[in-house]
């Protein structure tokens, strides 16, 4: 019994050597690969590994999260000025950023289906999505880290110089709320409202 027992643990031992521990830790600024592969940027390897993008926020398990794209998906007007969306107004800082559900808000504006070029934009059919004013949040408290890695995989910088970004969470039927890195990126973890047909860029997210 004790020789099997053994050669269980050995068994066991050459497997978890063999087989390395994937998105055991996952941090802020780790590279997104395809099939929901993270890798810290010192293990990732272009010739193995294919980036999709930027660990930006990690859960309480510490393997799960979101991701940002490596690269903007163009710029685009949120909606028609004066069409109500599906989703619900949400006015105020503060309740704007407890919305963190960009899948659910990017589902249920095109499966209504109307004039929403900025959700167009996003790959949904591939798990991407406009992220929440919540999300955008996160995003921009960690943006030098993600910069970072930016650099390292060659994506698409945030410029902190004015460059602004939509939100999946509308306002009110002229408004939907984005993030704006005018006055540097300490401040970028404010939210404003603005004309939805104005065009702004369209940067999406995933969950891991």
Not at 66 to 71: E, F, K, N
Not at 77 to 82: D, E
Not at 93 to 99: C, E, Q, V
């Given at each position: 019994?004790?020789?099997?027992?053994?050669?269980?643990?050995?068994?066991?031992?050459?497997?978890?050597?063999?087989?390395?521990?994937?998105n055991a830790?996952?941090?802020?600024?780790d590279?997104?690969?395809?099939?929901?592969?993270v890798?810290?940027?010192?293990?990732?390897?272009?010739?193995?590994?294919?980036?999709?993008g930027?660990?930006?926020?990690?859960?309480?398990?510490?393997?799960?999260g979101?991701?940002?794209?490596?690269?903007n998906?163009?710029s685009?007007?949120?909606?028609?000025?004066?069409e109500?969306?599906?989703?619900?107004?949400?006015k105020g800082?503060?309740?704007?950023?407890?919305?963190i559900?960009?899948?659910?808000n990017?589902?249920?504006?095109?499966?209504?289906?109307?004039d929403f070029?900025?959700?167009?934009?996003?790959d949904?059919?591939?798990?991407?999505?406009?992220?929440?004013a919540?999300?955008?949040?996160?995003?921009?408290?960690?943006?030098r880290?993600v910069?970072?890695?930016?650099?390292e995989?060659g994506?698409?910088?945030?410029?902190?110089?004015?460059?602004?970004?939509?939100?999946?969470?509308e306002?009110?039927?002229?408004?939907?709320?984005?993030?704006?890195?005018?006055?540097g990126?300490?401040?970028?973890?404010?939210?404003?409202?603005?004309?939805?047909?104005?065009?702004?860029?369209?940067?999406?997210?995933?969950?891991?």
């Open positions: 019994m004790r020789k099997n027992l053994m050669k269980h643990l050995m068994t066991a031992l050459l497997i978890a050597v063999a087989v390395p521990f994937v830790q996952v941090h802020v600024g590279i997104l690969c395809e099939g929901d592969l890798v810290a940027p010192a293990d990732y390897d272009k010739d193995n590994h294919s980036a999709i930027v660990v930006f926020y990690v859960d309480d398990s510490g393997k799960h979101w991701a940002v794209s490596l690269y998906d163009g685009e007007a949120w909606g028609s000025y004066g109500d969306s599906p989703l619900g107004n949400v800082k503060g309740k704007a950023a407890k919305d559900d960009g899948y659910a990017t589902k249920a504006i095109l499966e209504a289906g109307g070029p900025a959700f167009n934009a996003v949904f059919e591939n798990g991407w999505y406009l992220p929440a919540g999300q955008m949040k996160k995003l921009y408290s960690n943006v880290v910069n970072a890695t930016l650099n995989t994506g698409d910088r945030f410029d902190p110089t004015g460059f602004t970004y939509w939100s999946s969470t306002s009110t039927v002229f408004d939907a709320w984005y993030m704006c890195s005018i006055g990126i300490e401040r970028t973890t404010d939210s404003f409202n603005d004309c939805k047909k104005t065009p702004k860029y369209v940067r999406s997210v995933r969950t891991f």
